[in-house]
């Protein structure tokens, strides 16, 4: 595993061993009582970075096992993880952009796993977005028919920018020169 797949866990492991360590610093109880304290809260810290790795993982693998088909026309301009907001529930997969299309597949552990596909013809504007307030990491896309799809992905500025490039470049009133 890379550097940058252990980070969060490491980040949220080291943060509870911190707190656990500042209250045990602060507490008054006896000795014996702090040190079994401690000694849980660290166990627990680890868990929670064992249990942040694991789950990096099998999502890793499931990302890899998600296979988009694409056409035999199509090339492909860009893919890379993300999560659909569809209703109330947000399901992780992959997100493939082509020439043509925009597809998202559901990775394969959900219940009622789908693909969603979207004509890039269809799409009326992209724009970035941040959940929670703090990450700027949302994919907002307005479609022809009012209809919205959003997404989180790692670096949406690309994704728009690609998105209306592609826009542009197979936009038929654009004129040959």
């Not at 694409?70 to 659909?84: F, S, V, Y």
């Not at 479609?143 to 670096?155: G, H, M, N, R, Y």
Request: aromatic share 12%; proline share 2%.
């Amino acid at each position: 595993m890379t550097l940058k797949t252990l980070k969060i866990p490491l980040i949220e492991g080291l943060i509870w061993t911190i707190l656990m360590l500042c209250v045990f610093i602060k507490s008054e109880a006896k000795l014996s009582v702090n040190l079994v304290f401690f000694a849980l809260s660290v166990a627990t810290g680890g868990l929670i970075f064992g249990g942040n790795v694991l789950f990096k993982y099998l999502s890793n693998r499931l990302y890899k096992l998600t296979i988009i088909e694409l056409d035999h026309d199509e090339k492909l301009i860009t893919e890379g993880k993300a999560n659909h907001f569809k209703g109330v529930r947000v399901a992780g997969g992959r997100l493939v952009l082509t020439d043509k299309r925009l597809i998202f597949k559901s990775l394969r552990n959900y219940s009622k796993a789908y693909q969603e596909c979207q004509v890039i013809s269809e799409i009326k504007n992209a724009y970035t977005f941040r959940t929670w307030y703090l990450f700027k990491n949302g994919l907002r896309l307005e479609l022809a028919d009012s209809k919205i799809l959003k997404f989180i992905v790692e670096q949406p500025e690309k994704w728009v920018e690609v998105i209306l490039e592609l826009k542009t470049a197979n936009s038929p009133f654009q004129t040959g020169t």
